[in-house]
């Protein structure tokens, strides 16, 4: 009892000191609210923290992105060793049903991304009850123009970007990819999918209020939405590289397998790591963040 009150606890202090441009911040979603839902089943798990900074790593919080309804900020982590000129960009998105969550809980996975030679990027973007889709992919998107525009500063390599999400961001992030197109100077190279849906409404799906939420309507009241947002709808000839990293739930990667299928039949590589035994939350905590991070590097090593 005395762990659940501090947790939620925690939890109101990160929402009282939030963006303070904020109409409503749903803070259903946490680090902390998810620890205290995994820990009865998963008693031996850790909160993965934010490491201290490496002598080789900068960071630099709050930098302004993007102006939409709201100012859109980003946290930015970047080898400082200048010897070598340029270094491959990723995209962090957090998760949180596309209302909730906060650009926080990859910021560790930033950090260690960081140590092993790539520029990171944490961005928050608009979630469901300030703005419906597609505002979220216009955010992400933004972000990545933002990267180009910003790659001379921060030594990102332009042709050699990332784009990475945990559930909804990972559905986000995926989304962003399968968007790329001929002739789009802001075409991502790699994604990574941690635990996000390829299909709103599939027989592997159990989406339902906070899909809705966002997309502005049941499946019945907005099918094309549904579909418009999901990934799978849009695998092509530009799709890039794709790495599923799953939990043991099914419900959280509905659609991949056909998304496989349709990226095989267009030679674009793909891979799947399965960690099995894992609640949802799987990278968030110890002991399975340094599978999912190596998974990652793995990939990148192999696509950059």
Not at 40 to 49: A, C, D, N, S, W
Not at 194 to 203: E, N, P, S, V, W
């Amino acid at each position: 009892m005395l762990m659940k009150t501090l947790l939620f606890l925690i939890t109101l202090l990160i929402s009282i000191t939030g963006n303070s441009q904020d109409v409503f911040r749903d803070t259903s979603f946490s680090v902390y609210s998810a620890y205290a839902k995994a820990l009865e089943k998963y008693p031996f798990i850790q909160v993965v923290t934010r490491g201290k900074l490496t002598e080789g790593v900068r960071v630099v919080h709050n930098v302004i992105y993007s102006k939409q309804s709201r100012t859109l900020r980003l946290s930015i982590f970047y080898p400082s060793d200048e010897r070598k000129k340029v270094y491959p960009g990723i995209l962090l998105i957090h998760g949180g049903g596309w209302r909730s969550g906060n650009l926080s809980q990859m910021i560790p996975l930033a950090q260690a991304l960081a140590v092993k030679g790539y520029v990171t990027l944490c961005a928050e973007y608009r979630l469901s009850a300030e703005a419906q889709y597609p505002a979220a992919l216009e955010d992400l998107k933004a972000a990545i123009g933002w990267m180009h525009s910003n790659a001379k500063q921060y030594n990102i390599q332009r042709e050699k970007i990332a784009v990475l999400g945990f559930s909804s961001g990972g559905q986000l992030a995926t989304l962003v990819g399968m968007l790329n197109a001929q002739g789009n100077k802001y075409n991502v190279q790699a994604v990574i999918n941690i635990d996000g849906i390829l299909a709103f409404k599939h027989r592997e799906s159990a989406e339902g209020a906070s899909a809705s939420a966002w997309l502005g309507g049941t499946y019945e009241e907005k099918p094309e939405i549904w579909k418009e947002a999901s990934p799978l709808t849009h695998v092509n000839h530009y799709s890039p590289p794709v790495l599923f990293i799953n939990s043991s739930i099914p419900r959280f990667h509905a659609g991949r397998d056909d998304m496989i299928r349709k990226l095989d039949s267009l030679q674009i590589y793909s891979a799947v790591r399965t960690i099995p035994d894992t609640p949802h939350t799987f990278m968030l905590f110890h002991p399975w963040f340094e599978p999912t991070l190596q998974y990652v590097t793995d990939f990148l090593e192999k696509i950059f």
